[in-house]
C-alpha cells in the first residue's frame, strides 16, 4: 500500500514540497483506514458517548467511567477503563502471534491510562468449524490468547466464538480489557508541557510488524499467510508483565504526564499523536531509541510496531526515578526527546527526516463519501425437518455447543476477582473497591447481522445487555469492535451503516453510552467479504458479587419472559441456527416494545431471593436455552403452547432476543414485577432426575443431561 495520488497532492500542498521517505510512509500508515478511519468516522456520530459516569469518552487510548455511589469521603471515586482491539489480518497470517499481540494491545492501552488490567474478553470468528484451515486458524488463536494472557496474569473471563462460512478467508480476533483505576491515578494521552521530555520504556525496537497499521487497511490477498507475514508483531507476555509492573509504580509514584502505547505506526504513531491532542509538537531523536537489531534505519525505528512498549511524556526533574524503575523491572529506558510547541520533528544521526504538523498529520487525513446499499431481508422459506432431528443439529451446532474447550485453556481465576467465571451468561468481577460487582458480556452474531444488519445490531446489544441483566446487574457503559468488509463496495458499506446505526440506537434505549472503540474495515479476502460483524463488550454493576447461577435447581417454577408468539402468530425465524443448520430464510424477529424495561426488571428480580435460576434465550433458541439448563442432578419438565399446528419449530427455535428463562419459588414476585413489562408464561417445574422433557404443541422431546453433554461436546470431538 501506498498514500494514494490525491492524498499525496494534498500532502505536498501543506508541506510545501515532497515528503521525505519516513514523512511518506507515517502519512501512509496513520491516513490509513486502520488509523483515520477514513470511512468509518462520519457514521460514529451516532453512538450517544456521553453519561453521568462518563469520565473520559471516544478518542484516547481507553474510555474511563466512574463506578456509580461510590465516592470516599473526601470526594474520589473508583473508576474503570475500558478497550477494545481487534486483531484479524495478523491473526490469519500468524494466529498465534496476531491474536497474542491483540491481547498485548489492548493491556497497554488500559496502561496508558493509569489503570490496572483486571480483565479480558475475547469475541472470535472463524469459517465453519468442518473446514480444516479454520480449525487451524482458531486452535492457534485460542493458543496464543490463552499464552499471553495467562502469562500476564490478567484473566480472560469472557466473551463467544462463532463460526460462519464467510470468516473462512478473513477470521476476526476481537479482545477487550477491562481496568481499574482512580481520579487520582487517571493519565491521558495528551501531551501536557514544552519542555517535558520523551521516555520510550520497555522492549528493544526490532523489524517486526513493519507497516501494519496500512497492512491492516487493505483486502487480504490469496498469499496473505507468507506474503504479509513481516507485518505481523511477535509478542513477549513475560516483558509485558514486567511492563505492567513497572507502569504501576510509575503511575503510583505520580511520575507520568501523559502515556501512548507504541501500536499501529509505532513510536511515530505513538509520539505523534500523543503531541497532537494536546496542540504542541516533539522533537525527536531516533539513534536514542534502544534497539535489538543491528543498523535499523530512521524508517525502520520510525514505523516498527515491536510489541510490549509505552510512550511516557516526563518532567525533566521526573526522568532519573523513571529510568531507575524501568532498570529495576529489567526494561529498556530511552530518552528520545521532548515536547515542544513547534512541529513534530524527528532526526536521525544529525539529519532531519519528519518536520510536519503534529495535528495535520494525525488528523489531517480527509473523510470518504462512499456510497451505500440498504440490505433488504430475505424472503421466507421454511425447511421442513423433523423435530427430534432439528433439536439435536440445534444443539451439537458449533455456534451453540459449549465453549468450554476455549475458557478451560484460559487462566479465568487469576487475580482473585472472578465471582462468575465464563461459561455463564456474563461475568462477574468483584470490585472489592467499591463494593460493587462488575458483570461483562462480549460478542456479536453473524447470522442476525448477515440477514438484518440494523435489525440484528439492535439485538446484539439488548442481548448483551439481557446477560448482564440475568446476573442481576445494570448496564453501565459499552464499548464496540466494529467489523466490516471492503467499504468501497455500495452493498458492503450499506450492511455496515445499517450495523453502527442499529447498535447506537439499541445502546441509546439502553441508556448505556457507547465511550469508545474500534474499527476495522476491509475484511475481504478471495473467499468475500465477511458478514457485517458489531461485536460490543458491555459492562454492568450491581452492589456485591453474587448471581444467580444458570443451572436450575431440583426443586422450582420454570416461567419464560418475554414473547412466545402466540398473539403475534406468525413467530420469525430469521437469523436463527435453526435456519442456518437446514438452509431456510426469513425475516428477523421483533424486539421488544420495551427493551430498557425488560432489562431494568429483570435485573431486580434477579436479586430477589425467591429466584433461583437465570438463564438468557439467543441463539439456538428455547430448544438450547433449556438444554443448557439440565445438570445431572436437575432436570426439566416443560410445555410450549403454539398458536397452530405446524408452528412447533418456530416457537422452539427461534432467536427473538431480550428474553429469558427464570427458575423461581415464588411465581407471582416474577410476573408481578413484570405486569404491563413483558409477558411471562408458566412453562413448568424442575426434577431431580437430570432428563429434560420438552412438549411443543402435539410433539414431545425427551432427552436427559448426558446426552445433551455429549451433543454440546461438538467443538471438543472435533479437535481430538
Given amino acids: 500500500m501506498s498514500l494514494a495520488d490525491s492524498d499525496h497532492k494534498l500532502v505536498v500542498s501543506e508541506l510545501g514540497r515532497e515528503p521525505t521517505p519516513a514523512e511518506a510512509a507515517l502519512f501512509e500508515n496513520l491516513w490509513s483506514e486502520h488509523c483515520a478511519y477514513r470511512s468509518s468516522r462520519p457514521l460514529l456520530s451516532a453512538f450517544d458517548s456521553e453519561g453521568d459516569q462518563v469520565v473520559i469518552g471516544p478518542g484516547d487510548d481507553a474510555a474511563v467511567v466512574a463506578l456509580p455511589g461510590n465516592e470516599d469521603e473526601d470526594g474520589s ?24 499481540t491483540g491481547v498485548g494491545g489492548i493491556v497497554r492501552d488500559t496502561l496508558s491510562m493509569g489503570a490496572y ?26 493458543e496464543g490468547i490463552s499464552h499471553y494472557g495467562n502469562c500476564i496474569g490478567v ?55 513493519l507497516g501494519g497499521a496500512s497492512f491492516a487497511s487493505e483486502d487480504l490477498a490469496e498469499d496473505a499467510e507468507t506474503e504479509d507475514r513481516p507485518a505481523v508483531q511477535v509478542g513477549d507476555p513475560y516483558a509485558e508483565k514486567l511492563l505492567i509492573e513497572a507502569n504501576e509504580q510509575l503511575v503510583e509514584e505520580q511520575l507520568i504526564e501523559s502515556a501512548r502505547d507504541l501500536g499501529a505506526a509505532g513510536l511515530g504513531g505513538a509520539s505523534s499523536e500523543l503531541v497532537a491532542k494536546g496542540g504542541l509538537g516533539a522533537h525527536i531523536e531516533l539513534e536514542r531509541v534502544h534497539q535489538r537489531e543491528p543498523n535499523m534505519n530512521a524508517l525502520e525505528i520510525l514505523l516498527a510496531e515491536s510489541q510490549e512498549r ?37 532526526t536521525f544521526e544529525g539529519e532531519t527526516v519528519v518536520d510536519v504538523d503534529a495535528y495535520f498529520l494525525g488528523e489531517g487525513a480527509p473523510m ?77 452474531a453473524p447470522n442476525w447481522t448477515a440477514v438484518a444488519p440494523y435489525e440484528g445490531a439492535k439485538a446484539i446489544a439488548l442481548e448483551n445487555a439481557t446477560n448482564i441483566a440475568a446476573k442481576g446487574a445494570t448496564p453501565l457503559a ?10 468501497e463496495k455500495p452493498d458492503v458499506y450499506g450492511g455496515f451503516k445499517g450495523a453502527v446505526d442499529g447498535l447506537a440506537d439499541m445502546c441509546s434505549t439502553l441508556s448505556a453510552p457507547v465511550v469508545g472503540g474500534n474499527v476495522s474495515l476491509y475484511n475481504d479476502s478471495v473467499a468475500g467479504p465477511i458478514p457485517p460483524t458489531p461485536t460490543l463488550a ?63 426488571t429483570l435485573a431486580d428480580v434477579a436479586n430477589d431471593e425467591s429466584t433461583l435460576a437465570v438463564h438468557d434465550i439467543s441463539h439456538g433458541g428455547l430448544a438450547v436455552s433449556l438444554a443448557e439448563m439440565v445438570t445431572e442432578k436437575a432436570g426439566l419438565e416443560v410445555s410450549l403452547p403454539v398458536p397452530d399446528a405446524g408452528d412447533e419449530s418456530a416457537v422452539l427455535f427461534h432467536e427473538q432476543p431480550g428474553r429469558v428463562l427464570i427458575q423461581t ?56
Avoid at 482512580?182 to 520497555?202: F, I, S, Y
Avoid at 432431528?389 to 484460559?410: G, H, I, L, M
Wanted: with cysteine; aromatic share 6%; proline share 6%.
Fill in 310 to 346: 509505552m510512550c511516557y511524556e516526563v518532567d525533566p526533574d521526573n526522568v532519573d526515578r523513571v529510568r531507575e524503575i524501568a532498570e529495576r523491572f529489567d526494561l529498556g529506558c530511552s530518552v528520545i526527546g521532548e515536547v515542544t510547541a513547534e512541529n513534530y520533528t524527528c
Fill in 117 to 142: 488490567p483486571i480483565a479480558l474478553a475475547d469475541s472470535l470468528y472463524f469459517g465453519e468449524f468442518d473446514d480444516e484451515h479454520s480449525k487451524y486458524l482458531f486452535e492457534g488463536v485460542v
Fill in 665 to 720: 419459588e415464588s411465581p407471582e414476585t416474577v410476573t408481578d414485577a413484570f405486569d404491563g413489562v413483558a409477558p411471562v408464561v408458566e412453562l413448568g417445574t424442575a426434577t431431580d432426575d437430570g432428563e429434560l422433557t420438552i412438549d411443543v404443541g402435539s410433539e414431545t422431546i425427551t432427552t436427559d443431561a448426558a446426552t445433551i453433554d455429549d451433543h454440546r461436546s461438538t467443538i471438543e470431538n472435533g479437535l481430538e
Fill in 155 to 209: 484473566p480472560t473471563v469472557a466473551g463467544s466464538v462463532d463460526f460462519h462460512p464467510d470468516y473462512e478467508g478473513n477470521p476476526l480476533v476481537n479482545v477487550a480489557c477491562v481496568g481499574l483505576t482512580d481520579d487520582e491515578r487517571l493519565v491521558t494521552a495528551v501531551a501536557q508541557e514544552p519542555g517535558n521530555k520523551l521516555v520510550l520504556v520497555g522492549n528493544g525496537t526490532g523489524r517486526d510488524g
Fill in 538 to 600: 458491555m459492562v454492568g454493576t450491581k452492589d456485591g458479587y453474587d448471581a444467580p447461577p444458570l443451572s436450575v435447581e431440583s426443586e422450582g417454577t420454570l416461567l419464560l419472559v418475554g414473547d412466545v408468539g402466540l398473539e403475534a402468530g406468525d413467530l420469525r425465524l430469521g437469523g436463527s441456527e435453526y435456519l442456518a443448520q437446514f438452509d431456510g430464510s426469513d425475516g428477523f424477529p421483533e424486539l421488544p416494545a420495551d427493551p430498557a424495561a425488560v432489562v431494568e
Fill in 77 to 100: 471515586s473508583t473508576y474503570i477503563t475500558m478497550g477494545i482491539e481487534s486483531h484479524n489480518h495478523p491473526s490469519y497470517v500468524d494466529p498465534f502471534d496476531g491474536a497474542a
Fill in 478 to 487: 459499552a464499548v464496540d469492535c466494529l467489523n466490516g468488509g471492503n467499504p
Fill in 368 to 444: 470518504n463519501d462512499l456510497e451505500s446499499e440498504p440490505v433488504d431481508q430475505p424472503e421466507t422459506e421454511l425447511p421442513a425437518v423433523d423435530l427430534e432431528e432439528a433439536f439435536d443439529a440445534v444443539v451439537s451446532s458449533p455456534n451453540t455447543a459449549s465453549k468450554r474447550w476455549v475458557y478451560r485453556q484460559y487462566d479465568h481465576e487469576v487475580g482473585v476477582r472472578t465471582s462468575v467465571g465464563p461459561g455463564d451468561d456474563a461475568a462477574i468481577i468483584a470490585v472489592r473497591e467499591a463494593e460493587q460487582g462488575l458483570a461483562i458480556s462480549s460478542g456479536a
